[in-house]
């Protein structure tokens, strides 16, 4: 009898032991309740407590990330949008965290969801879309104070997802097309601008120098002929030189070709006349068949001044 009322006694013991050490880990404190009041906060490490009196609720200090879901949310400008976040806190103060709020984690939860709400209604959707910093620090700060009386940090706030309507994303679409070709035409104009105001320079040096002009013709010629092409365009003043060029060479032919013309013949009863010209280049001799001639001793024709 006496046998079996140690080993109940030992058992009891052993069940009592392993019952009263607790084991916080490094990243928890341990909140001490005795006979339902709180009495202490236990550090990390090896705890022994008195069973059935007392009660040690561990909580963790790590940070906690929070997944928003997504909330169907109406804009300053009346557009309906679909938002989620994710939201990151822990714990400062361990007792608040058990005694002032039941499920802290559902009730940080809760109070996300309509602070998201609420912040991103009071924005346009280009804010929005624009400014999420702004509306995260928003957001976050709002939930640092409604926490604060809870032992909790909110540490950050992000915005995760905003998802638009189709009919919104096609309009956005089209105007973001639209301010793509206006930047186009812009940069376009911008280097016509250039562009004139460098040909007009060029055109100056031409005119100063106007052999320049001839060599860009045949720069263009080399250009053209490098891919082979059938057709060959010459600029207008190139061809007019050829042309020139073309007639002088003709007439050059026809000289050489065609024999001189044999001298007219004098009227009967007029001797040829002889021309003298004298050394002074104003000095002009003219024969004419009415002329009269002084035929002196020496027959010669009297030259006229």
């Known amino acids: 009898m006496s046998t079996l009322v140690i080993v109940v006694a030992a058992l009891v013991a052993l069940l009592g032991l392993v019952g009263s050490v607790r084991i916080v880990q490094q990243y928890e404190q341990g909140v001490l309740f005795r006979l339902g009041r709180v009495t202490g906060v236990r ?9 059935l009196v007392e009660v040690l609720r561990r909580v963790s200090l790590r940070i906690v990330t929070m997944p928003i879901q997504s909330q169907g949310i109406i804009t300053r400008d009346n ?11 822990r714990v400062t103060d361990a007792v608040k965290s058990v005694v ?5 984690a559902a009730a940080i939860n809760q109070i996300a969801q309509t602070t998201l709400r609420k912040v991103v209604g009071q924005h346009t959707l280009d804010q929005t879309l624009a400014e999420t910093d702004t509306i995260n620090v928003a957001i976050r ?5 409604a926490t604060a009386d809870w032992g909790v940090l909110v540490t950050l706030v992000e915005l995760k997802d905003i998802q638009l309507p189709e009919s919104m994303q096609r309009a956005m679409a089209r105007q973001a097309e639209a301010e793509r ?5 812009i940069i376009a104009a911008e280097g016509e601008a250039l562009a004139a105001d460098q040909l007009g320079a060029a055109s100056d040096v031409m005119m100063a120098h106007p052999l320049a002009l001839q060599l860009r013709n045949l720069q263009s010629l080399v250009e053209i002929g490098v891919d082979k092409n059938t057709t060959v365009v010459f600029p207008a003043p190139l061809m007019s030189t050829i042309g020139e060029l073309g ?12 024999p001189p013309a044999p001298p007219p013949r004098p009227a009967p009863g007029i001797r040829p006349a002889t021309v003298t010209v004298p050394p002074s280049p104003q000095t002009v001799a003219v024969a004419t068949p009415d002329a009269g001639f002084n035929t002196g001793y020496n027959g010669k024709a009297a030259a006229r001044r």
């Open 141 to 145: 700060e709002i939930l640092d104070v």
């Open 43 to 51: 550090e990390p490490g090896l705890r022994v407590i008195v069973p």
């Open 181 to 185: 070709e206006k930047r186009a035409k």
């Open 247 to 258: 007639a002088f060479l003709a007439r050059e032919t026809a000289a050489a070709v065609t």
């Open 100 to 104: 002032a709020v039941e499920h802290v």
């Open 79 to 89: 557009v309906s949008v679909d938002v989620s976040a994710v939201a990151y806190y």
